[in-house]
């Protein structure tokens, strides 16, 4: 098969040959499917979940809680992480699939009115720290509520013998990766099959997740390591991904993001306009985090 991939950091095209082509897009199948057959069946209901980041002293100690049943029936969790709390989650139904989904003014609500009741006092919206969405790509059933809806992977080969796997979730993606690995194999009639469960999970050089109380030198310093062993290419691989700055404190995030553009650009050898833009797009993606 032959196709093209994009370098999104320098927009640079290239053809691509393969004998197979896994699509793994997560909530984006169904779009890959439509490139592969505009006729195709749609597999994906996309659910989305948000999650809210406030402050220790809402739930002090080390221990997560976890509601089964809230008075609507839904779950609701409150998790210690990097010395703040994660509030969570829902699952709304959505038509759109967007890269940046954002937050729902009643998923908002729904988390901050119900998680009170177990937490040391209410939170309110000025306490919200960081807050963002993701889609689920949860694979279509009967059920009109995604909650319903399996978990479970599924994988499909198309007409062109494009093979998709999707559906499953963090938990189970080695077994993912397994099923297909062994399928691709199966088709290319290799004895090879997936080594998945030999393999440790690799333990990276720990990078601090928050850069709060650090000094402008120190974070300078440890951008410039990202940039130069863990290739760190742009602000936001830094304070979202690296550190987790961005999901921790979004304003955080914002006032350091000119340090972080200066310190990358001086190892990238970049100019004062690429150092613009990357501070205008961590912008444009950082405002969603705040509450509003
Ligand atoms: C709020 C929330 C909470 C969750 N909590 C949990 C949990 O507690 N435990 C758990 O196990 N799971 C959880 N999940 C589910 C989990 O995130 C997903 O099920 C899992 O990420 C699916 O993995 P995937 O590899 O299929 O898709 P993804 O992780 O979405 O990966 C797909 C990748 O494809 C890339 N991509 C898409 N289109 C293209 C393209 N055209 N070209 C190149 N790349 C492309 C995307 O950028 C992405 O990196 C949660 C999900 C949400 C939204």
Known sequence: MRG?????????????????????????????????????????????????????????????????????????????????????????????????????????????????????KDPQHSDIRSMFAGLRPLVKGKSKVTAALSRDHLITISESDMITVTGGKWTTYRKMAEDTVNLVAEKLQSQITCVTHELKIAVLRPVPASIEGLTDEQITTLVKQTANHEMCMTVEDFLSRRTRQLLLDARVALQKSPLVAAALADVLNKDQAWIQTQINNFKNIATHYLPH
């Open 4 to 120: 093209g991939v994009k370098n999104q950091l320098t927009g640079k095209e290239y053809e691509v040959k393969s004998k197979v082509v896994i699509n793994a897009t997560g909530v984006f199948t169904d779009r890959i499917l439509g490139m592969d057959n505009p006729d195709h069946e749609s597999l994906i209901s996309p659910s989305q979940g948000i999650h809210l980041v406030v402050d220790k002293e809402f739930l002090p100690g080390d221990t997560a809680i976890m509601i089964p049943k809230t008075d609507d029936g839904r779950v609701l969790f409150a998790v210690p992480w990097h010395n703040k709390i994660v509030l969570g989650t829902t699952d709304t139904p959505v038509e759109e699939v967007t890269e940046e989904p954002i937050p729902l003014k009643e998923e908002i609500e729904f988390i901050l009115t119900h998680i009170g009741r177990y937490l040391t």
